[in-house]
């Protein structure tokens, strides 16, 4: 069983309101990853990260930022909401070697009104 | 660079019938492959992976190969139950470039089983 924790669940905001999404682990991994996941149920990367002070952006342009303090904790901020944000945000976590598995959060589901 | 195809949804099952649902990849190397599940209100879970050519991943009664030859890793399963309803992601990990190891998903294939 994976422990990965995402926080709020769900999220309903007005545009222009800063949010920040929170993911943490308590497996020591490394690599962390923050996925978009489109109502067609396609995934994209926005994010990752290879560890503490280390993020780069994925294959899908994203307004979000994300920053990685600790090793356990990587999260996602958005300076001003809008509309076309609304989607879910889901977050992972690996260990470094080569092609070891992901294991998800529960995903954060974001309406932007 | 890596691409994962998998069979279009929704698939609509009775309960104890058979399903598979097909993947096919493409990849410059070795990828290990996964299949990844996705229940309502859910994040994703690993259902089953394999790492080399011919292994048999499994799980709750689903099985898929690692076929090299026809570059495929197609998920079955023997009697499918209410229970399995869900979103099935096929998926391979490949080095994307730089070392950099990431994680190519297919489009994901709705599964909804009737009693």
């Known amino acids: 069983e994976a422990d990965i924790y995402q926080t709020p669940r769900y999220l309903v905001i007005g545009t222009g309101k800063k949010i920040t999404l929170e993911c943490s682990q308590t497996?020591?991994?490394?690599?962390m990853y923050w996925y978009q996941q489109d109502p067609g149920m396609e995934l994209h990367l926005i994010h990752y990260?290879?560890?503490?002070?280390?993020?780069e952006k994925g294959d899908l342009s994203s307004e979000s930022t994300v920053s990685r303090i600790r090793t356990e904790h990587f999260p996602l901020t958005l300076e001003s909401a809008r509309p076309s944000h609304t989607s879910q945000y889901l977050c992972?976590?690996?260990?470094?070697?080569?092609?070891?598995?992901?294991?998800f959060g529960p995903g954060t589901r974001l309406l932007v009104l | 660079g890596n691409s994962v195809t998998q069979m279009e949804g929704p698939v609509t099952l009775s309960e104890e019938a058979f399903l598979t649902i097909n993947c096919t990849y493409t990849?410059?190397?070795?990828?290990?492959l996964f299949w990844y599940v996705q229940y309502p209100g859910e994040g994703l879970q690993l259902l089953l992976k394999?790492?080399?050519?011919?292994d048999k991943g499994s799980n709750k009664g689903f099985e898929a190969t690692y076929r090299k030859e026809t570059t495929s890793f197609h998920l079955e399963k023997g009697s499918v139950q209410v229970s399995d309803s869900a979103v099935y992601f096929c998926?391979?990990?490949?080095?994307?470039?730089?070392?950099?190891?990431?994680?190519?998903f297919g489009k994901g294939t709705k599964l909804s089983v009737i009693p």
């Open positions: 394999a790492t080399k050519a011919d």
């Open positions: 990260s290879y560890g503490v002070n280390s993020t």
């Open positions: 992972a976590s690996s260990e470094v070697r080569p092609k070891e598995t992901q294991y």
């Open positions: 998926a391979l990990s490949e080095n994307s470039g730089a070392g950099s190891y990431q994680l190519t």
């Open positions: 497996m020591g991994h490394d690599k």
């Open positions: 990849a410059t190397g070795y990828p290990s």
